[in-house]
C-alpha cells in the first residue's frame, strides 16, 4: 500500500521492564519516543502492547500524587484480600490482578504527527503491573505508517 508521503511502513520493538508487581506504575514515554524516531515515521501510530495478562497500559500525567491516587483506586476495585474465583482454578493468589488488568486493558494507542508522538503536555505512556510478586515484563510497540 502506498501513501502519498512514502511507503507505509510497519516496526516492531520490545521493551523490557523489571516490575515490583502490586500495582507497579512506569512511564516508558522517553522509550516510546525513541522507537518512534527509531522507526523513522513521520505520521500514523505508536501501539504500545503489554503482554501478559496481570498488567495494563494506560496515558496519565505521571506525577507522585496521581501515581498514589491510582493505587487506592485499584485496591478499592478490586481488593488483594478479596476471595476471587480465579483462585479456585490457578491457587496462584492474583486473582486481583487479572480483574484489575481487564479494566485497564492491554494496549495504548498513540497518533505519531511529524514524528513523535502526539501527546498532551503532561501526558505520559505507562505500564502498570498488577501481579503479586517481581517479573521481568515485555511491552511490544509497534509504530506504523508512513
Known sequence: MKAKSGEFKVENYSLELRTQGFCDIHDITDAGREKVASSGIQNGQAVFFAVGST???T???YEPG???DL???FEKMAPQNEVYHHEET???GNGFSHVRASFL???VTVPVVD???ALGTWQQVVYIDFDNRPRTREVIVQVLGV
Open 66 to 68: 496521581l501515581i498514589q
Open 90 to 92: 490457578w491457587h496462584d
Open 55 to 57: 498488567a495494563g497500559m
Open 59 to 61: 496515558t496519565v500525567e
Open 105 to 107: 486493558k492491554p494496549s
Open 115 to 117: 514524528g513523535k508522538l
Open 71 to 73: 493505587k487506592v483506586f
